[in-house]
Structure formats: C-alpha cells, structure tokens
C-alpha cells in the first residue's frame, strides 16, 4: 500500500528511494549502466558505493538481474562493531515483461541499489523481499518519468524547429522556412494573416495549444522569442462563406478550460485600427488549401486597401480566442505573403496596441501605408548610397560578423531595441558592439532619431528592384521628402491623428520625437508629468491605430511624415 501511494506522487522515483533508505537504515540510489549517478543529489561517496558502482558495469554486461555485494570497512574509517555493509544491486529491467533486457531500449535501465550497514544499525526484516517488490514499482515509476523527460526534449526541439522557420520567414528566406515547415508539419500557408496574441505568461504555452486545436492543426503557432507574454500565429487567408464562420472555433476553444466570456462589446467593441468593424472576426477551419491570389506589391503596407476582409483567417478565430480566454489581447493583420510576414508582424503588432483599449480586447489592421511614395529610383539609389558602407564591409577576422549579419542586427536593433540580444539570441553585449560598429560604417549616430528613421527607411526600401544605374549624384533624405508624393503620404499619415481631435495630440507626438522618442525628456518639454505625458501618446495610439510607446513602433514613419511637412 505504501509503495502504491508513493506511486502517484510527484517525484515519485525519489520518494520510494527515500523510504527505502527509511526502512532499511542505510542509502538506496539508481546507478546507470556506465556507472553514473541516475538520480540527484547522489549519495556521499563511500566504500560500498564505489564497489556498487563498479559491479553494476559488469553486472550490465553479463545481463546479471541482481547481485549481493559484502564490502568489508576500510582501514580508518567509522564502523559498527561487524563493520562493514551490504550492497543490494537490482536492475529495473528485471521481471519487466518476463525478460531481463527491453527490445530496443532507448536508455538502458539502472540498477536499484541499496547498501545496508552490517551490525547492530541494521534494520531488522529481509531487504531482498523489500527490494523484489519495490523494483517493480520503481521500474515503472522510473519508465514515466523518464518518458516525461522525452517528451520535454520533443516539445523543446520541435518549438525551437518552429522558432527556426519564424527567424527565416523574419529575413526573407522563404524557400528554407518552407522545407522545415513540410518536415515539422503543418505547411506553411501561401497566403495568410499575422495574429499577435498577448496572454500572461504562466499560460501561454496552455493558450497556444487551445489555439492550434481551434485551428485544427492548420495554424502555424510560435512563442514569441522576444516577449515572454507573446504568441505569434500565422493562420491560413482562404476565402469561406459568411454564414459557415465562427461555429468551429468557438466550439474548439470551448473544449479548454473554462472561463468567464468578456462581456458583450456591443457596436463599438471590436475595434479595427482605423475604424470599427464588426464583421472583421470569424473563422473556420474547414476549407482546404489550393491555389490563392498572389499578394499586392511588397512595399505596401496592407492587403487591399479599403477591402473588406473576408476570410478564414480572421472570420471567428480572433473573436472566439477573445470571448473564451479574456485574458488574452489580439491584434490581426492584413492579409500578406509568406515573404511579407515582417510586414504583417508589425501590423498585427499595431492593432495589438489598439486591442488594448477595446472592449472586446481583438483588433484588426486596416490603414494602409504605403511606402511606394517613396520607393522612386531616386529613393532606392540614396538607399543603395546610404547602406553601402555596410554591405561592402569585409571583417577582420572570419568569425566576425559580415555585412548582410550587420544589416539584420540593424533591422532587429530599429524594431525591437535592447530586446533584439534576444531575437538575435546574442549578449547585450554583443549587440551594443554590432550597433557602434553598424554607427562607424554608415557615419550615423544612431543614438538619434533621426538618423533612425534614416536607417530604418533604407532597410525598407532596399528589398525593391535596383533602379537603371545614372550618373546623377544620389538625392539626399531631405530630397525625398520634399516631394508632392511624399507629402500627400505624409498627410495620410497624420491625418487621423488631427481627426481625432485630441487636446494637444499633435503637440505631444511632436514634443516626443523631438526628444528622440525618450518620454522623460519629452514630459519636460511639455511641461507636464511623466504619467500625463505617457497617457496623452496611449492616446495617440488610439487615434493612429499604431503603436507607439512599445516596439515595434511607428515612431519612424511619423519622424519622416512630419519631416516632410517641415512640422520638425
């Protein structure tokens, strides 16, 4: 009875080893095959323990199930007056399915060992009839934790697999995320949406599987390998008919734990970044994948503007996740390529900025903003000029980081700021070095906004076609802002912002960029306090349906808009 309740405890192999040393007055451990310890903390080192850990190699290697050692004290040490031990050696193997060896076993089994003192410490009874039946037990209990530890390892490697194929999607090399994908399962989608999910920590990895069983395995779901509190989906965009929407993923997410739906949001509820639209959200996992439309331009910032989006990506999912897992926040991006998934991630990134303050906790993504306005021949050869220090960069030593690893820094740096040590799994250290080298090459201080935002507007520009080569000296930033083109984009920009008509909006989002997007300074410039200031730009984040107090942030765009309009 005792060694069947001891059983279903957690930790259940070191308990049963504890009360056997209990019982018997003396130490019991598992000593593997090769003679190490299989359990922690080991036992002191001793006489016996050194013989048992000797015998159990060629035990092992006869196929021996049991063996009784006499160990007789050593010269010196503390003894009882018969001095000396006995050493118990079973393996956990023995009785097992009526054979002593497992067919094909992924871990050879230890050997129980119990080293019982000789003399008048020992306990009285007989250790082998204790041992036949605890070895049994303990084999067991020893198989299911050791299966547990497996399954770790599984989930560890297949999510490192999964992070993998995001980190490729991330830099563009679709082709290898691709083949990783059909390995791991499901297949990446043609043609998808970007969901940034936000859920306490404890239970993200609870969520994520209540998600994929919603999706019906059809969701390419990964933790955020930059926030704790992140999950990244990629989730099929397949055209499905209004009225199938909604019903399987509500009633997927109910087949989770329990929990209290967030109240109705009513009309206004689901918020979309820009505007409200409540037919934005529903889902169903159902359809199969065939041939999709190929996706708008790569400089453009969402699907379609102006079209509504009527897919199985976002049809359901996204309100189903918010109505049975309040806790959560979801922001949804347009509807992108698999080569646009940066785009997408900062899409969804902004309307996570403006699910935080809608009632129904989910938003969509709907402005668009395109940088074409700003892609000219012209605009692509100042950013060819801009980064080529970079690219042309040979390292001193072979193990240093080239030119194209020093643009990825860039781009991780400019979106995630400190946090980028992280995506980049570097030392901070590492990645301050990278940064001053990066500031050296390209003449910058990229302390500053604005030589940010010029960084920042190069990488996005440098994906496009090559312009046809000219003997034109390149044109300088403030050429390309000075642009009816660019003005009219640089008006979209800030339009919703001066819509809002919020008491010093514009004031304060441009006291913030002034003061290098650093809210303190900006604060002080204003006039106001630090906890003012930081609820007038959350503010601002509504009106611009952009996120602009947490990275990725749209501080870059807006410095280049008001740039543009001589506004800084």
């Known amino acids: 009875m005792t060694l069947s309740r001891l059983a279903t405890k957690r930790g259940a192999v070191r308990a049963i080893l504890e009360w056997l040393a209990h019982r018997t007055g003396g130490v019991a451990t598992l000593i593997d095959a090769d003679g190490t310890p299989a359990v922690t903390p080991a036992p002191p080192p001793s006489p016996a323990l050194r013989a048992a850990t000797d015998a159990v190699a060629g035990l092992h290697r006869r196929g021996t199930p049991s063996a009784v050692l006499s160990v007789p004290a050593a010269a010196g040490e503390r003894a009882e007056p018969d001095g000396g031990s006995t050493v118990f050696l079973v393996s956990l193997t023995a009785g097992a399915a009526g054979a002593h060896a497992e067919a094909g076993p992924r871990r050879q089994a230890p050997y129980l060992v119990l080293i019982a003192p000789d003399g008048p410490g020992r ?21 299911l934790e050791e299966a547990d530890r497996d399954r770790v390892r599984v989930e ?23 083949r990783i994908a059909a390995a791991l399962q499901p297949p990446l989608p043609q043609l998808a949406h970007v969901y940034v999910i936000e859920c306490p920590g404890q ?63 009513g009309p206004a509820g689901d918020a979309a970044v820009g505007q409200v639209d409540d037919e934005n959200c529903a889902t169903d996992f159902r359809a199969t994948f065939g041939e999709l439309p190929h996706q708008s331009p790569a400089l453009s910032r969402s699907a379609r503007a102006g079209t509504a989006v009527e ?13 049975r897992v309040p806790e959560c926040l979801i922001g949804v991006s347009g509807e992108v390529a698999l080569r646009e998934t940066p785009i997408g ?10 699910a935080r303050t809608a009632p129904s906790g989910r938003a969509s993504f709907q402005r668009d903003f395109d940088l074409t306005p700003l892609a000219s021949p012209e605009g692509l050869r ?56 990066i500031d050296e090459l390209l003449g910058l201080d990229l302390g500053r906004l604005a ?51 919020l008491p010093s909006g514009t ?57 543009a309009l001589k506004a800084l």
């Open 156 to 178: 560890a490697a297949e999510a490192h697999g999964r992070e993998a194929v995001l980190h490729l999607l991330m830099v563009g090399s679709v082709p290898a995320a691709h």
């Open 203 to 265: 239970r993200r990895y609870e969520i994520a599987d209540r998600i994929a069983h919603a999706a019906r395995g059809k969701a390419w779901i990964v933790p955020c390998p930059v926030r704790p509190t992140h999950l990244i989906a990629l989730v099929p965009a397949v055209p499905e008919p209004a009225g199938r929407a909604g019903g399987a993923a509500r009633a997927a997410l109910d087949q989770g734990v329990a929990s209290p739906a967030r109240p109705p949001a």
């Open 507 to 563: 004031e304060t989002v441009r006291a913030w960029l002034r003061a290098d997007a650093k809210l303190p300074q900006a604060a002080g410039a204003l006039g106001i306090s630090l906890p003012g200031a930081r609820k007038r730009l959350t503010r601002a984040e509504e009106a611009l349906g952009r996120s602009l107090l947490h990275a990725p942030s749209a501080k870059y765009e807006l410095w280049l808009a008001m740039r």
């Open 123 to 143: 306990r009285p009874g007989r250790p082998q009839v204790l041992l036949a039946d605890a070895a049994r037990t303990l084999g067991l209990c020893w198989r």
């Open 345 to 354: 991630y900062e899409q969804a990134f902004h309307a996570l900025a403006v």
């Open 451 to 501: 030589d940010q935002s010029a960084a920042w507007l190069a990488l996005q520009l440098r994906g496009a076609p090559l312009p046809t080569p000219t003997d034109r000296p390149p044109a300088s930033l403030e050429d390309l802002l000075g642009t009816p083109a660019a003005g009219v984009w640089a008006h979209a920009q800030l339009q919703p912002l001066e819509r809002a008509n």
């Open 382 to 437: 100042w950013a060819q000029e801009l980064l080529a220090p970079c690219l042309h960069y040979v390292p001193p030593r072979r193990a240093d980081p080239g030119g194209e690893e020093l643009l990825g820094t860039l781009g991780s740096w400019l979106t995630f700021g400190s946090a980028a040590s992280r995506h980049l799994k570097i030392h901070r250290n590492t990645l301050g070095a990278r940064v001053r080298l």
């Open 311 to 323: 897919t199985v990506g976002v049809r359901g999912l996204d309100r189903a996740i918010a109505e």
